[in-house]
């Protein structure tokens, strides 16, 4: 339900940084220009810089460097039915919130954005540093109904679609390494980690979490994560517009779940994994189930299972595993 928020933040954002006058607002709104004042300072409070003048109203100058959630539903784009966003300061982790929400019945699909996680956690029980330093801590709850082994390539695909929102939107180019790490020259600078509740045969729900850096300074890491980590704005030279890239992000993620639950998503795959695979023809290890295996990476299988040419050209399948990169000698 759009709020008297959404609405002021709609015309400030068509002004595109130019003045707005807060009889207009007023007048537009229905509503007094001390009411029209209020809202001002309650966006302000909430991290909006605006110039304000007698004379000519209001200017938006920058938007907040932390999630808003009006700010980010005004951006959307892609919007099913039915979906909201829950947006909070503090959580444990954006995926145990959404799990939480769909199991009191929260209608899917939704998103959980947080500034700052005490317990985000990553592939493997590890743990996913999640202070409130400008990155993006969200997880989107849906509930496909339908077997688990339809939804294999599920993360790469997510993935995949992460990376090109990230290159459209930045101009950088990110590489994607199975199963679900977004790189930039073997740094990380996101993670996904998809969850899901099976019934029976059927996937009851699923939730599809990501931690992506996009503001976070070079010297903001704790020790060793200096060197593996690294932030969009790192990269780029360039801070990006939180709640701006968000929106598109989250109208990407749906998007993209529609597809893959359309089936229609294959040819689009095989464009987008050679755009962006950050392993093919590459000398790996990959641990799996405490096994090391070495070989060269020849490719994906349909389920998006990776596939290893050995040292004697025999290939193997992995569902899963840890991938290191081998250091060409
Ligand atoms: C990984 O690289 O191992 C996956 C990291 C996934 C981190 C994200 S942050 C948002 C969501 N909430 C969590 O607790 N984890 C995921």
Redesign the pocket.
Known sequence: MPTAEHFILRELLARDSHWISGTTLATKLGVSRVAVWQHMEKLRAAGFVFEAQRARGYRLTAPPGTPHAALIETQLKVRPRGFSLLVLDEI?????E?ARQLASGRAAPFAVI?RR?T??????G?A?H?AANGN????VAFRPRVPPERMGAFTLWMGLNVCELIANFTRLTPSLKWP??ILFDGR?A????TEARVDADQIRDL?F????NLNSPADGWPGDLARRAVSLAEVGGTPLDFNRFTAALLGRVLLAYQKFMDGDYTKTFADLWHRFDGLRGRSIVLVEAGRRHHGTVSGLDDEGALLLRDAHGRTHRFRAGEVTVEKAS
Not at 136 to 139: I, Q
Not at 209 to 212: A, E, P, R
């Open positions: 444990d982790s954006t995926n145990d959404a947080a996680q317990s985000g956690r990553g592939r493997l590890r996913w999640s993006l801590y969200v997880s679900n790490d990380k996101g993670g996904m980690l939730v979490g990501l931690g992506l």
